[in-house]
């Protein structure tokens, strides 16, 4: 934001200034010069050089550079700056300064981007915001922005994701917030759209309090981001980072000592399970077993890749032996984040311009995946008459690769065929050929047919591409009809043309079946335009009274479409066209349209500079709902108040200051579906020619109304210790009422749910944000910022005054993970095991967790030292749940080290030796509520003394000792990041106006609870390992 | 800048403003908010007659499953779910829009739908919702449960109305997938389903109110009233084609390919009669692949209540029998049945059996081996053959086992959970128990009720549960149909 400031003031600076100076002639002079950079290195234009007690002064250029004739008589520099403390230095007999200015952290009359692209003072906010400096985002790149906000906001949950271009989950107050991109509100969610170089700043309005302008799409919370504009002069900047991704953070480490097959038997036959080769299970022999009769000296057995014996045309056995056991590793590549931007700005009184164009490039981790995102934007603004302004922005970005990999459980998972399901007596790098010889195209070789795909086929073959255009931008008009009177005209619009494929070859496993192959088409397009108007008009009243009022009104139009078309078989092998479906092709196609019209008004009053009161209206009327009902609106009020500027506080106390918000805003959309109020058949089964229509489980009522968020804020924002140290918290409460929710019903009403208005939930939280600058010595400077945040969502009220709505009780929390596949536990927790020693199926569904964190934190460093600035954050979240599928499947398939004992040796010896840890009962009885809670319980038992067979233990029961729920809770050490910024001492020789050169690492080291998987991403389907990136930046202007 | 320009650019942007009306925005171009019978038909039938399930394969010893000790096959299963009420509702709609349109065909279907639906719920449960059922759109969202006797007499009601219905001038059948809009066909199976439904009940034969005799009579005796079927061509069957989402079920399924085998106690019996429909349900074992296909020495089961472990092992040994690769490697392998010939035939033996009709029991005994013989494709020398052993030909001492066991046979992997109802009314053929079952009452007689009917109908469940088992939800409970 800053940036924007700066540009800001710039030309009225430079204006008064210059001036002011021309003015003056004075006999005895000299020339003194040099540059002025913020605490972050990066050059500081605009800032006022002024020669004390004169009126002399300039202003630096673009880098940061000024030059200035200082008559004899004064011996003074004052560098000012908004927003950064004054710096005053003797000038003496020096003519080179190099000034750094640290921010001041008690001005408040720095400005931010509100709703609706309205500026304002933090001082007069009613609400909890927090920036993010575009700066922090493109030394240590993340291959999207979002990913590199973790931890840096209170409040704001991201879960990133390890796998390659799949889109971090965020969360703003326990709700997905909006983006707004230069004003213009961003509803595709495509986080990959936007370029990292070209974020000035990042605004988190993070509350409807906040944001309640934006009507309902504002309902959450949102991120404003704002995209960076030209300055005065020419300037040419280059930023390049490149990361590499050298080693892995957390991977699934596989037992190595017993191999493929089932009951410790194993003979490949022919890959489908037939006979000895047990069916896809890891529960196979031992392997790396001496045996001196043979050749090699181990035992030996036939393999998929066995010799054939010419004569018999039997496999001839061979060693069966772990020379997989590093086939994680041997299969994944280094992964690497390769960021390149060119931007050239330029400007003068009139206007000015910004060219920019971005590359990067991401290697998967998996060979021939990859990841390419490229964006072109041009921006600028321009003095089109005294009165008159235009500011425009247009990107075009294109992400596009012609594969990447699938994520989910099965066999499209590279994981499932790598670690779970693979024993490490298949070494991956025997797979590197992968088509059966003679049967190229037909047939995949590999050592099971049925159930798994060999990982090179995968990485080869089935090709998942993706190519997207985004084009999105916005016109501004202001026009300056008087002093007080301003009319802003806004258009923008966010476009996107999707095309993707998937290529699946012939013998392509999917889970439960093998493909004929197949081709898969998926188009579609949106197109999204907002335009608004503004009325903006600004009085003062006297002294200590100012008046300002916004009015205007808004248009918002989205329009999607999509058409998807699939082959049924593939006629020629690997020819991916639909006219080489075997059988009749599949389509379908879809169009929506919605369209929403507002008013809108504003009005502020503020009092002394030091009491702000808002209020806000907005109607909306929406396409989204029935007609009748189509028509609402949203009130908000928030009051700021500067205490301090009225009550004397102690001396290190330097600013109090208290503010409160409500506001109330409702939302008519009822899911991504627009038309989601009609009642309608959908499209059923065709069966040989006939098609077919259902009428789906969802009862619709007619008369829906709008759902509605009362949300209520208060915080407290202080400073003390002459601004080292800075106290922000924040509590706030949301009553989500009138809700449109899916009613579950009983089935045998004919329907699963009804569609209705009703519940209520409640979602509460406090969010703590702690700024200090412990040490702020010449050239040695420490701030550290902490961020704290917790929420919770509760059921309030229920339906039809029910005391539950589905799983959850009234005054429960929502997030609550139920399980319906447990086994019977005694009250003190212990398994209950049946007559055959194996577990009793529970009837009932029981609760295993919460799955929201109880806290979530960040915690960032900054040193800087003369030239050097050394970086790092640590965050993470406390509490939460999380299920590990990794750990399921392991231990149900055998490949969990944990496996690895005696009873594993008996079952393979056929010997039933696992008792399992539990009790059996003996006598009594137990009666259950109808919700499983125990009512009476007279049960004796005693200790379980039957034994089983291991191996059929942790196939029928996913080993019962564990339920596979785990404590979430992490702490990471997020990013590492040393820059030495380049004197201009040394630059001055050269034709570079500024240079940098960073160190940087991310995702470096992982404290948690949970073993084989990074409870980051918030959920485990298989995950793909989680590595380290590392890499460096170079930044220069010229 | 000039006033005009300022037009201009205001102009422009006005462009960019869409003026939809939001009435024209409300109307879905995605969906019909209404529909012809026909569409809805296809639908209903496509699912009716899909009944392959490997799962009732497992629960009556036909089949036994390697990857884990499933819940089929070691009856260890809790509860089910209400699943058929989705399809009930699109009968509702069915019957909205044969009311609308004035159509007595589509009426009698969907009753004959609602009909079978309920039955196979009431099957499952016991006492359901079927009175107030399907009755959301009403605002009943807490229907009451019926009482199993009353759900069967008002089927058998309505599976009358439905036959009566039917004739030549009720109105065309379009979008019929099964019989292609045959009047005649559909009046057959309707009654050959209500002879179903009434030998279901046959525990309760001694209930001289209920008069299942006489039921069953009344439509033997009056053919041209209530007309049968009379061989395979009038199956209930439902014939996959090679298209996507027409295919055979389990076709490229890997699950059936690798996990399923076959049952010891079913394979011995085919064995022991010297059954050809083994050839056509079973492969041959690993050790047995060289022998010739038609060698019963080839072919080899599993016990279905034997440990887990030691079923592998004799798979690993060699000594396993899986299913005959055309239920996974065919895409139209053979059809689906609703019900077939072969089963009525069965039925009509049993009830000439037990005197409920003066028939030549023999007669339809042996129809019915041909017509399931015939479903699988055995040569007519091989049905002669096997029709010929002593072993094979009824008897009247242990007749009713040979009906039964036979009729057991002809279910595999068809008629959805017929073969473990039969096995649940008649005992017959033994399933095999053993200390590996999880269910310590042995074989269960039912399931529990929805984990959803306790958040959302509580009091009207816990009501049927007082009513039939003294509140207990108990797998082992015998419902009214169970109870002589």
């Known amino acids: ?1038 | 800048m000039k006033l005009k320009n300022i037009l201009s650019l205001l102009l422009a942007f006005s462009m960019l403003i869409s003026c939809q009306s939001f009435e024209d925005l409300q109307l879905d171009p995605n969906r019909p908010v209404q529909a012809e019978p026909s569409l809805i038909l296809t639908a209903i039938e496509a699912n009716a007659f899909s009944t392959v399930s490997a799962g009732a394969a497992l629960a009556s010893r036909q089949l036994i499953y390697t990857n884990s000790a499933t819940d089929n096959q070691y009856y260890g299963w809790q509860r089910s779910g209400f699943g058929d009420y989705d399809q009930l509702r699109q009968v509702l709609k069915l019957r909205e829009e044969a009311d609308r349109t004035q159509n007595d065909s589509y009426r009698a279907l969907a009753l004959f739908f609602q009909s079978y639906y309920i039955i196979k719920l009431s099957n499952t449960f016991g006492d359901i919702p079927f009175t107030e059922a399907i009755k959301g759109q009403e605002g009943n969202f807490l229907p009451i449960y019926d009482s199993q006797e009353s759900i069967f007499l008002q089927v058998l009601e309505d599976l009358k109305t439905a036959n009566s219905l039917l004739n030549p001038e009720s109105g065309e059948i379009l979008g019929d997938i099964i019989y292609n809009g045959s009047q005649d066909k559909w009046k057959r199976l309707i009654n050959s389903f209500t002879l179903r439904v009434l030998m279901s009940m046959s525990i309760k034969e001694g209930d001289s109110s209920l008069n299942l005799a006489g039921r069953f009579a009344e439509i033997i005796n009056a053919p041209t009233i209530y007309p049968i079927m009379r061989d395979n061509q009038d199956n209930g069957a439902l014939r996959f084609l090679d298209l996507e989402g027409n295919r055979y079920p389990f076709f490229n399924s890997n699950e059936l390919r690798t996990a399923y085998y076959m049952e010891k106690s079913f394979v011995d019996r085919l064995k022991s009669k010297n059954d050809p429909r083994l050839f056509t349900f079973a492969d041959q074992t690993a050790n047995g692949r060289d022998l010739e296909e038609s060698n019963f020495n080839a072919y080899e089961g599993m016990g279905g209540a034997e440990p887990l472990a030691e079923n592998t092992n004799q798979i690993l040994s060699g000594e396993g029998s899986p299913i005959e690769r055309r239920y996974h490697s065919d895409p139209i392998n053979q059809p689906s049945l609703l019900m077939g010939y072969s089963e009525l035939a069965f039925t009509i033996a049993e009830a000439a059996h037990r005197g409920w009709v003066d028939l030549n029991t023999s007669q339809y005994y042996e129809a019915a081996i041909r017509a399931s013989m015939e479903f699988n494709e055995i040569s007519e020398e091989a049905i002669e053959n096997y029709l010929a052993q002593e072993a094979v030909q009824y008897s009247t001492s242990d007749g009713l086992r040979k009906i039964l066991e036979e009729k057991h046979t002809s279910f595999f992997m068809n008629s959805g959970w017929e073969a473990f109802y039969n096995q649940r009314r008649t005992g017959i053929p033994t399933f095999s128990l053993s200390d590996q079952i999880i269910n310590p009452g042995g074989i269960p007689k039912r399931w529990m009720y929805p984990q959803n009917e306790i958040q959302l109908n509580l009091q009207n469940m816990n009501a049927a549960l007082q009513r039939q088992f003294g509140g207990q939800d108990d797998i082992n409970s015998l419902m009214w149909l169970l109870k002589p």
Request: glycine share 8%.
């Open chain 1, 1 to 1038: 934001m800053k940036n924007f400031y700066k540009y800001f003031f710039l030309l009225t600076i430079a204006i008064s200034v210059h001036l002011s100076n021309s003015e003056l002639l004075y006999a005895q002079e000299k020339t003194v010069s040099g540059s002025v950079i913020d605490d972050l290195g990066d050059p500081i234009p605009g800032v006022s050089v002024l020669v004390k007690n004169s009126n002399i002064g300039v202003v630096t250029d673009l880098d940061g550079n000024f030059k200035i004739s200082v008559p004899q008589s004064y011996d003074i520099l004052r560098f000012s700056y908004i927003g950064y403390k004054t710096v005053e230095e003797n000038i003496g007999n020096r003519t080179l300064f190099s000034i750094q200015l640290i921010p001041d952290v008690t001005d408040l009359e720095s400005v931010v981007v509100t709703a609706l692209g309205v500026e304002k003072s933090v001082k007069s906010l009613g609400y909890a915001v927090q920036e993010v400096d575009g700066r922090t985002l493109n030394k240590a790149r993340e291959p999207n922005f979002i990913n590199s906000l973790t931890g840096q906001v209170a409040g704001l949950q991201i879960n990133n994701s390890t796998a390659l271009f799949q889109d971090p989950a965020i969360r703003l107050r326990g709700a997905v917030p909006l983006i707004v991109i230069d004003g213009i509100p961003s509803t595709d969610n495509d986080f990959w759209k936007i370029n990292a170089d070209d974020v000035a700043s990042i605004n988190v309005l993070k509350g409807a309090t906040a944001s309640a302008l934006y009507g309902a799409i504002g309902r959450n919370g949102a991120l404003m981001i704002t995209t960076k504009r030209g300055g005065k002069g020419t300037t040419v900047e280059i930023n390049s980072s490149t990361m590499f991704q050298p080693s892995y953070l957390v991977i699934p480490e596989v037992q190595t000592t017993y191999g493929n097959g089932d009951n410790g038997q194993y003979a490949y036959v022919n890959g489908s399970g037939s006979g000895t080769e047990g069916f896809g299970w890891i529960w196979g022999p031992r392997m790396d077993v001496p045996d001196p009769t043979t050749a090699s000296g181990f035992v030996e057995r036939p393999q998929y890749n066995s010799p054939i014996d010419p004569i018999t045309g039997e496999r001839i056995p061979i060693p069966f032996i772990s020379r997989g056991r590093d086939n994680i590793r041997n299969f994944f590549q280094n992964g690497l984040i390769s960021s390149n931007n060119i931007n050239v700005t330029s400007g003068n009184d009139q206007g000015n311009f910004r060219l920019s164009a971005s590359n990067v490039y991401q290697k998967g981790l998996v060979p021939n995946t990859e990841l390419n995102n490229t964006s072109f934007t041009v921006a600028g603004g321009y003095k089109l008459s005294e009165k008159l302004t235009a500011d425009a922005s247009l990107t075009y970005n294109r992400q596009y690769t012609e594969n990447f990999p699938e994520t989910p459980y099965g066999p499209e998972n590279y994981l499932y065929n790598l670690v779970l399901w693979t024993g490490t007596d298949v070494d991956v790098r025997d797979l590197r050929d992968y088509w059966v010889a003679g049967q190229e195209g037909f047939q995949q070789k590999h050592f099971n047919n049925s159930y798994y795909n060999n990982p090179y086929f995968q990485a080869n073959e089935y090709l998942r591409g993706y190519q997207k255009d985004n084009t999105f931008g916005q016109i501004k008009l202001d026009y300056k009809a008087t002093d007080d009177l301003t009319f802003t005209l806004r258009s923008g619009m966010n476009v996107y043309a999707l095309d993707r494929t998937d290529k699946e070859p012939k013998s392509y496993v999917k889970y439960g079946r093998v493909s004929r192959g197949n081709f898969y088409i998926y188009n579609s397009g949106q197109i999204n335009m907002n335009t608004d108007f503004i009325m903006s008009y600004k009085k003062q009243l006297g002294e200590n009274f100012v008046i300002n009022t916004n009015a205007g009104g808004s248009n918002r139009f989205i329009r999607f479409r999509s058409e998807s078309l699939n082959t049924d078989g593939l006629a020629i092998p690997n020819f991916y066209n639909v006219a080489n479906s075997e059988q009749p092709l599949q389509g379908s196609n879809r169009l929506t349209q919605e369209q929403i019209n507002s008013v809108f008004g504003t009005v502020d009053f503020e009092f002394m500079n030091a009491v702000f009161l808002t209020v806000t209206g907005r109607n909306d009327w929406v396409s989204t709902l029935p007609v009748n009902n189509n028509s609402f609106f949203y009130p908000s009020v928030t009051l700021a108040g500067t205490i301090s500027d009225f009550v004397t506080f102690p001396r290190v106390i330097d600013f109090v200051k208290v503010r409160g918000g409500w506001s109330q805003v409702s939302d008519g959309r009822i899911s991504s579906n627009p038309y989601s109020h009609i009642q309608a058949y959908s499209p059923g089964i065709n069966w040989g020619g006939s098609p077919s229509l259902v009428f789906p489980s969802a009862l619709i009522n007619p008369n829906v109304q709008p759902e509605t968020s009362d949300s209520f804020e208060f915080g407290l924002d202080t400073r003390f210790f002459r601004g080292k140290l800075g106290l922000d918290l924040t509590y706030f409460q949301i009553r989500d009422f009138n809700n449109l929710i899916s009613v579950p019903v009983s089935q045998a009403s004919g329907y699963t749910s009804r569609l209705e208005n009703g519940a209520e939930f409640t979602r509460k939280g406090w969010e703590l944000m702690l700024n200090a600058n412990p040490i702020s010595k010449n050239d040695f400077n420490w701030n550290v910022s902490l961020n704290l945040s917790t929420y919770k969502r509760v059921l309030t009220e229920s339906f039809d005054g029910s005391d539950r709505f589905g799983n959850i009780q009234v005054g429960e929390r929502t997030d609550q993970l139920f399980s319906n596949s447990q086994y019977q536990r005694t009250p003190e927790g212990r398994l209950i095991l049946g007559q055959n020693g194996f577990p009793i199926r529970d009837p009932y569904q029981r609760m295993m967790g919460f799955q929201n964190p109880d806290y979530i934190l960040g915690i960032q460093n900054t040193f800087s030292y003369k030239q050097f600035r050394l970086g790092f954050g640590f965050d993470g979240r406390i509490g939460g749940t999380i299920y590990s599928t990794t750990h399921e499947k392991m231990w149900w398939g055998g490949t969990h080290p944990g496996t690895v004992n005696q009873f594993r040796e008996d079952a393979n010896n056929g010997i039933r030796s696992y008792v399992a840890d539990g009790v059996v009962v003996t006598g009594g009885s137990v009666s259950y509520d109808d919700f499983g809670n125990i009512l009476e319980d007279s049960r004796t038992y005693a200790e379980n003394e039957r034994a089983v067979n291991y191996i059929a233990w942790n196939k029928t029961t996913l080993n019962a000792e564990y339920t596979h729920y785990f404590d979430a809770s992490f702490i990471k050490l997020r990013e590492v990041s040393l820059t030495y910024q380049v004197p201009p001492s040394l630059l001055k020789r050269t034709s570079l106006q500024n240079a940098s050169i960073s160190l940087v690492g991310r995702n470096l080291l992982l404290w948690s609870n949970v073993e084989n998987i990074d409870p980051d991403s918030g959920v485990d389907n298989l995950q793909t390992p989680s590595v380290r990136n590392i890499g460096f930046n170079i930044n220069v202007s010229f």
